[in-house]
């Protein structure tokens, strides 16, 4: 299977006063296509500075991040923000669909920012898959919590990133419908040949997982699964 | 472009009422613009009409044309690089004698007394001759007609309207012009005036003989400031306008502003996905662009329709060129409002939009 993003000895440090706190002991780990990964921890365990450092928003302290293979945390700022735009699918809790453009246009976006053609086909594909035909011109203010998760995965998923993030996708939601989103996020990632990295405190999501991953205190565990 | 144009259709009343906002103050500047202009035209139409470069009075008249008397020596003793006439000026009134009431008819006026074949004749193929006059085609509208006489304040003479001229207003008072002659008589109130007039036009450049030391030489431009409020006038006018515009400025700028401190988390969430500076930076300009330039055509449109209803009652004039500059204006001073917003867009983190 193929390594689609790697940490290799990433600390990360931060200055409080006069102390410098270790935020991120060296961490390890890696990504392989297929796979839909979680990430559980406490708040304040360094799962949020795990997360950026992944997705380029900062950079580590040591070590360095891989992405396809190819080095991507020593890029300058500019260069590490147009890859995200290509490589990287996120599935932020609510806001990260833009209030003032229909699902379509969230999708369309994409093309206009890179100045590419739009993929119909693929989005019409996408728009059946994640049972969102009906919604797509409709604003994300109008959908259920629900809608608005499976429409913000087809739009993680419409520039065919070979990552995504999912930062609690089920927050808002109800178990049945949790239950759904995840399902949908697993089998995408399958079929999409991604890897999906989902920060979740919601236990009952785990069994939909490929691994799970804890943080505390700045360090990263495989939990071993019976 | 397409963030900044979904957003204005998505968010149409908030917009609306931003754009009500510059059509008010647009409006209201193009139409002070018009009427500085206009007002200021009146003043100097007559003037501007002799597309003359100088104007020579005496000292003594201390810049007021009215209160200089010059002789034929004087004429005699100026040299020219072009031509030079000769110009008698006084105000007066006038009325309509055949009228029941004379004093509903009075209009205030200027008499400007002009050589027949002077450049300073408004229609050269008329000729002035006795008590014919040309008049400015305020009193036109007024309701005389070719052929009409009138009367003047202070005199028993009557005088014939043998034709109508453009544009030749004085101190925002229509002019009629006469002959040298015919003007001493009304100026010094007798048959037998002597033989003095206000002051020498040029066209080209001129100097004094040695004998002329009460003489003095104006520019045709530094001639107009001297005019009583003229210079006041024009200045209060260019103040509130300039200080319009960058009201604009702050106001829309404030706008803006707040519409992007409101959007912070949307945009941190758009940065962290990877959508760059300069893309949302340029949607927020582009953004206000838009709102300043439909604010600009209606609030333009309203001036045109006041300037047709209202062209007989006020100084309406249209001048291109100002409202070119003043749009420009606009758009620069509208864009430095941006340029606030752009600055805040900038400092979003978007570590922020991936909590943990």
Redesign the interface.
Known sequence: MKPLIEMIGVTKDFIQGDNIIRALKETNFTAYEGELIA?VGP?GSG??T???IL?G??KPTTGRVLLNGKPFSDLDV?E???????S?G?I??A??L????TIK?QM??YN??TKTKINQSWMNELFLKLDVEKLKNK?PNSLSGGERQRAAIAKALYHQPSVI?A??PTASLDTKKAYEVVKLLAKETKEQKKATIM?THDERMLEFCDKVYEITDGVLTERQRT | MFLALKELKYSKLKFALIIAVIVLISYLVYFLTSLAYGLASSYTNAIEKWNSDEIIMTVDANDTIMMSFMDQADYNSVTTTGTKAKLGLFPGVINDPTATNILDTRIDVFFFGIDNGSFLKPISNLTLTGNQVIADEDLQKEGYQVGDIFGVSGSTQTYEIIGFSKKTTYQTAPVIYMSLDTWQQYRYNTPTPPDLYSGIIIRGESSLGSSDSGLLIYKTEDYISTLPGYTAQVLTFTTMIVFLIIIVAFVLGIFIYVLTIQKTSMFGVMKAQGISNSYIGGSVILQTFFLVLIGLVIGGIFTLLTGIFLADIVPFAVNIVFYVVITFAFFLFAFFGALFSVNAVLKIDPLKAIGG
Do not use: M
């Not at chain 1, 590490?80 to 290509?86: E, Q």
């Not at chain 1, 833009?98 to 453009?101: G, K, R, W």
């Open positions: 990430i708040s799962k949020s795990f997360l950026t997705g928003l900062q500019q590490k923000s147009k890859i995200r735009l290509d990287i996120f932020l809790q806001s990260n833009i209030p003032f453009l246009e369309i976006l206009k920012i604003y993030f930062d609690e920060v």
